[in-house]
């Protein structure tokens, strides 16, 4: 099973390396992918946190790596962005509300890293496939299927779909319809923010990570992505919907089980 887990954005060194010391124990059970990001370009407000910027954030992402040994996902949000972080992680995220964008789906194809696109909160899924195809069709690929997508290095993300203002929903059907086009990372903590809100912050309801993530893995996908930090409250950026590493192994022993009960074991 594929696992991405780490804050939701480099807070510092320290915070990076405590973090990714909590994660120790999930980088030999599963296929573990650190994630964290040097950008948060589409915070609310312009006063928001946006992280230490992409050569700080890198240098700080390769240390993840030298030290721990873990695979990076971090985002890219502009084409010029993409080289660049294609020389430390191992995953190139494709922000949600970018999952449409042409030259930033080609630029990551040309990469030998793996693209995750994350589907937009106004997406069919179903749609989906187009964006799955610009990105196959650039790595000499022309038809869309589950096989071709997992060959050529291509992931799909779902993390809810708006519902009216300041709300998502999880439509469980959309972890079916986009598994015939590629991998299907299910992100159980974007899926309960609350987008907007008091005083430009977007907030969330943690407390429904671990039911959404019973139900994701009883439709059967390939992954999940946990936003994590040891002190959500206090974190800089997409705290109330982050979970604790207590709260993450936990949820992981029910997925395990949902896991083992569907291979008959």
């Known amino acids: 099973m594929i696992l ?68 990076l996902l971090t985002d890219v949000h502009e084409t010029w962005q993409v080289k660049k972080a294609a020389e430390v992680v191992d995953v190139l995220q494709i922000p949600a509300f970018l999952c449409r964008q042409t030259d930033l789906l080609v630029e990551a194809a040309k990469t030998d890293k793996i693209v ?48 009216g203002y300041g709300n998502l929903v999880v439509d469980m059907r959309s972890l079916v319809i986009m598994r015939e086009f590629a991998p299907v990372i299910f992100d159980a903590t974007h899926s309960v923010q609350m987008p907007g809100g008091a005083g430009g912050k977007s907030s969330g309801k943690r407390e429904f990570v671990p039911f959404l993530s019973k139900a994701a893995a009883a439709v059967g996908i390939d992954g999940f992505f946990f936003e994590t930090h040891y002190n959500p409250d206090e974190a800089l950026s997409d705290g109330p919907n982050m979970i604790t590493p207590d709260m993450l192994e936990d949820i992981l022993k029910d997925v395990d089980c949902i896991n083992k009960c569907q291979k008959g074991e």
Not at 32 to 48: E, G, I, P, Q, V
Not at 116 to 138: C, E, H, R, W
Request: aromatic content about 14%; charged content about 30%.
């Open 4 to 71: 991405i887990a780490g804050p939701c954005v480099i807070e510092s060194k320290e915070q990076i390396f405590k973090i990714a010391e909590y994660l120790k124990p999930y980088s030999e059970k599963y296929d573990f992918y650190f994630k964290a990001s040097y950008d948060k370009a589409n915070r609310t407000s312009l006063d928001s946190y946006r992280g230490p910027g992409i050569d700080k954030g890198l240098e700080i992402l390769n240390e993840v790596k030298e030290k721990f040994g873990y695979k």
């Open 116 to 163: 995750n696109i994350k589907k937009g909160q106004f997406m069919n899924p179903a749609d989906m496939k187009y964006s799955v195809l610009k990105v196959l069709k650039t790595r000499g690929c022309n038809k869309v299927s589950y096989e071709n997508a997992k060959k050529h290095g291509v992931w799909l993300t779902e993390r809810g779909t708006t519902f």
